[in-house]
C-alpha cells in the first residue's frame, strides 16, 4: 500500500518547469527526478515550439541546458525573453557548470551541485503559516 504525502501532492500540483533544450544525457539525469516534484514539460531550442511552450506552460523554472549552445549568446537571449516574469532561470550543462537567474528578486549565482532537489528549491515555497495570536 502507497501513501500519499500531501506536501509533495500540493507541489507538483502548482509548480511549472521548463525543460529547454536537454542534451539526452541531462534529461535521462533530470526529468524523472523533476517529474516527481512538478509539472514538467520539454521542448528544443530554439524554435517555434520554444516560443509556444513559453506562453502555454507559464512555467516558474526554465531549466536550459548550454552544454552544445553558445552561453555568450543564449543566457542575455534568455534573460531578455523573460524580463519581467517571475521565473527562475538555471543554465546547466553536462560538464556540470550551471547557474541561476532569479528574475523575480533579481538574484544571481552559481550551483555548485545540481540536482532535481536543489533545482526546485530555486523555486521552493517556504511551509511558514502565519498564525495570529
Do not use: C
Amino acid at each position: 500500500m502507497q501513501g500519499n504525502r500531501p506536501g509533495r501532492a500540493r507541489r507538483k500540483a502548482h509548480s511549472r518547469v521548463l525543460l529547454v533544450g536537454l542534451t539526452p544525457l541531462l534529461m535521462e539525469v533530470l526529468s524523472g527526478p523533476l517529474s516527481g516534484m512538478a509539472e514538467v514539460s520539454a521542448v528544443p531550442f530554439p524554435g517555434d515550439a520554444f516560443e509556444q511552450a513559453v506562453e502555454d506552460v507559464q512555467a516558474e523554472l526554465v531549466l536550459v541546458d548550454i552544454t552544445y549552445l553558445d552561453e555568450a549568446l543564449v543566457r542575455p537571449l534568455m534573460l531578455q525573453r523573460f524580463a519581467g516574469s517571475p521565473v527562475v532561470l538555471a543554465f546547466v550543462s553536462e560538464s556540470g557548470d550551471a547557474w541561476f537567474d532569479d528574475m523575480k528578486s533579481k538574484v544571481s549565482g552559481r550551483l555548485t551541485h545540481v540536482d532535481a532537489g536543489r533545482l526546485m528549491a530555486l523555486i521552493g515555497r517556504p511551509n511558514l503559516t502565519l498564525v495570529e495570536s
